[in-house]
């Protein structure tokens, strides 16, 4: 399991300042790909979480959700990330609504590629 320790140490330490739980590193990796979708380039620290397990994937192998971003539920659970993401969209959705009148942005999802 990586660390991120090698990462640290080539970017002088820095770390994604919320990746304590769970829901936090989903919604970093939405984040990411929502950001480079629309060609924008994502906050600093959310781009070194997504891009050091990368990093450390391709380094050191493994599972890249379960060791790498820790994103996985616990055995048993039926929350994937893809339903923890689903919430956030539609946390993120209504809050929206609520201050732009009801103007919400589109998301991008692989359906929308076929």
């Not at 820095?14 to 919320?18: E, G, H, Q, T, V």
């Given at each position: 399991m990586s660390d991120g320790g090698e990462l640290q140490r080539i970017l002088g330490g820095?770390?994604?300042?919320?990746a304590s739980s769970?829901?936090?590193?989903v919604a970093m990796i939405?984040?990411?790909v929502?950001?480079?979708?629309?060609?924008r380039v994502p906050d600093r620290g959310?781009?070194?979480f997504v891009l050091g397990g990368l990093r450390a994937w391709l380094n050191e192998g493994g599972n890249?959700?379960?060791?790498?971003?820790r994103t996985c539920g616990r055995q048993g659970s039926n929350l994937t990330e893809a339903t923890l993401?689903?919430?956030?969209?539609?946390?993120?959705r209504s809050a929206t609504a609520t201050q732009d009148g009801g103007k919400i942005g589109e998301v991008y999802s692989s359906k929308d590629a076929s």
């Open positions: 820095a770390r994604a300042p919320r769970r829901e936090d590193r939405g984040e990411y929502e950001a480079r979708l629309a060609g959310v781009e070194l890249l959700t379960r060791d790498h971003w993401w689903r919430r956030l969209i539609g946390a993120s």
